[in-house]
Nanobody, 122 residues
Framework: EIQLVESGGGSVQAGGSLRLSCTTS????????MAWFRQAPGKEREGVASLNSDGEITYAESVKGRFTISRDNAENTLDLQMNILKPEDTAMYYC????????????????WGQGTQVTVSL
């Protein structure tokens, strides 16, 4: 059974930083595509960043230059370093994985975590 557990959310002021982690239940090497999504109240879920096993990375335009996605194969975690946070980054953040190298975030992901809340205030 594949399980994803997010951590690291919290409340920060604008301009601050947070680091999210997604711990996986198995060998992260088998999770060919991993991604972070977010959903704000009243809005659709959106892809934030993705990373596949070939090292290909994609970021949403709104987070480019501020967020960094990475994976720690030794710790079986997927991380999201978020800097220069803005109030519009406030959302529930989810980790997701797909067991193929195809990593387009617009297509469905079968496995999801429960999410971690990020709140950014002025």
């Amino acid at each position: 059974e594949i399980q994803l557990v997010e951590s690291g959310g919290g409340s920060v002021q604008a301009g601050g930083s947070l680091r999210l982690s997604c711990t996986t239940s198995g060998d992260i090497h088998s999770f060919y595509c991993m991604a972070w999504f977010r959903q704000a109240p009243g809005k659709e879920r959106e892809g934030v960043a993705s990373l596949n096993s070939d090292g290909e990375i994609t970021y949403a335009e709104s987070v480019k230059g501020r967020f960094t996605i990475s994976r720690d194969n030794a710790e079986n975690t997927l991380d999201l370093q978020m800097n220069i946070l803005k109030p519009e980054d406030t959302a529930m953040y989810y980790c997701a994985t797909r067991l193929t190298r195809f990593c387009e975030m617009a297509y469905p992901f079968p496995y999801w975590g429960q999410g971690t809340q990020v709140t950014v205030s002025l």
